[in-house]
């Protein structure tokens, strides 16, 4: 069983910054991607950022040059700086890896979600 756990949402005013993290556990053996979806209110979930196991990344247009995702592959922990928040930032936040525990096959896996609010 795998387990991702999302922290550091919050409510920022537009123009701010964010961190979020999340860290996974469980039997892991093997991580391909891990990254961050996004679902705001009345929308379809939609990919955000990803970072691949060799450190390949990718970012929505809507974000590119605002944030950055970094990964720590011996801590299994992935986080999500954003910078130059906007108000339709504001959305649930979900953590997501695609991997494998000791019992194939590969799998994508959810964390809880994680509340990230801009407003004014």
């Known amino acids: 069983q795998v387990q991702l756990v999302e922290s550091g949402g919050g409510l920022v005013q537009p123009g701010g910054s964010l961190r979020l993290s999340c860290a996974a556990s469980?039997?892991?053996?093997?991580?391909?991607?891990m990254g961050w979806y996004r679902q705001a209110p009345g929308k379809q979930r939609e990919s955000v950022a990803m970072?691949?196991?060799?450190?390949?990344?990718y970012y929505a247009d809507s974000v590119k040059g605002r944030f950055a995702v970094s990964r720590d592959n011996v801590k299994n922990t992935v986080d999500l700086q954003m910078n130059s928040l906007k108000p339709e930032d504001t959305a649930d936040y979900y953590c997501?890896?695609?991997?494998?525990?000791?019992?194939?096959?590969?799998?994508?896996?959810w964390g809880q979600g994680t509340q990230v609010t801009v407003s004014s």
């Open positions: 997501y890896l695609r991997g494998r525990t000791v019992l194939p096959p590969i799998r994508d896996y």
């Open positions: 970072v691949t196991s060799g450190g390949g990344t």
């Open positions: 469980g039997s892991i053996v093997r991580i391909d991607v």
